[in-house]
């Protein structure tokens, strides 16, 4: 199997489940924000350059509300302007943790925060601040897993890491088949034919093209980000295995 990639700096994806309340996949608890923020300044303490790109499925997901017979761009402008609410939540809970950070967005809203500047967000990196990115990519019919992948390429980001409600990538749903088995490591083009939810064809794509290495895990389990980031085998690398 291939070695972890170090980790000296990284995108971690959130998604927007990750901020709901107990019990359920919509709204934001505060509580919640607060156990992630920790978790995510603990390796910022570490001397880790951490960005965080946020998602917004626990607001608004815009391919369902387009099903519903919404327009769809409508949808989707809504569902970033939801990641916006989750960024807000998590940039708190990182204050209250005495982190420096910057929330960056995608669409302009100079009131609440900065717009996304590639080289100002490095600069707070290198600074060591904590730079969260929202609003997705500022365009409709993109995920926030195809952003994250966009500014981790962008930033120079050493990989991805994706925190979820399972421990990885399994060969089918774990929920539905109790024989599922878990991935140690899966190369890119796997993944993508098998169709394995990892991250959307776009997003997963974009990584394999440009040799991105990904990592799934656990995301509410405590010390996982920081195992993750020590190179710890938690969850599942998904690289081009060479
Ligand atoms: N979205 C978008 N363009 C982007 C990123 C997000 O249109 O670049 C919209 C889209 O409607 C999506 C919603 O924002 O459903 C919330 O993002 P996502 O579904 O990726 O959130 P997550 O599943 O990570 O919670």
Redesign the pocket.
């Known amino acids: 199997m291939p070695d972890r990639p170090a980790m000296k700096r990284i995108i971690l ?6 901020f709901a309340e107990a019990g359920s996949s919509s709204g934001v608890d505060p509580e919640i924000a607060r156990r992630v923020a920790s978790e995510v300044a603990a390796v910022a303490d570490d001397g880790v350059e951490v960005g965080v ?13 387009a099903e519903r017979g919404m327009d ?2 409508t ?6 302007l ?2 916006v609410i ?1 960024a807000l939540a998590l940039q708190d809970a990182l204050e209250r943790e005495g982190k420096e950070t910057r929330v960056q967005t ?1 669409i302009n809203m100079q009131e609440v925060a900065e717009p996304y500047i590639r080289r100002r967000a490095m600069r707070h990196l290198e600074r060591g601040r904590i730079v969260i990115f929202a ?13 994250a992948a966009q500014r981790a390429l962008e930033i120079g980001a050493d990989v991805i890491l994706k925190g979820t409600q399972v421990d990885g990538v399994y060969d089918r749903d774990p929920n539905l088949h109790d024989d599922a088995t878990r991935y140690d490591h899966i190369d890119f083009l796997s993944a993508l034919n098998q169709g394995l939810k990892v991250m ?1 064809a776009t997003a997963l794509s974009l990584c394999m093209d440009n040799d991105l290495p990904i990592v799934v895990f656990r995301l509410l389990e405590a010390g996982n980000i920081a195992r993750v980031v020590a190179g710890d085998q938690v969850g599942t690398l998904v690289s081009s295995g060479r």
């Open positions: 994806k959130l998604s927007g489940e990750a790109v946020v998602g917004g499925g626990n607001m608004v997901r815009g391919a369902a509300f769809r761009s949808a989707d402008h809504m569902g970033m939801g990641t989750n995608a609003a997705g990519l500022g365009a409709p019919y993109f995920t926030t897993d195809t952003t959307d």
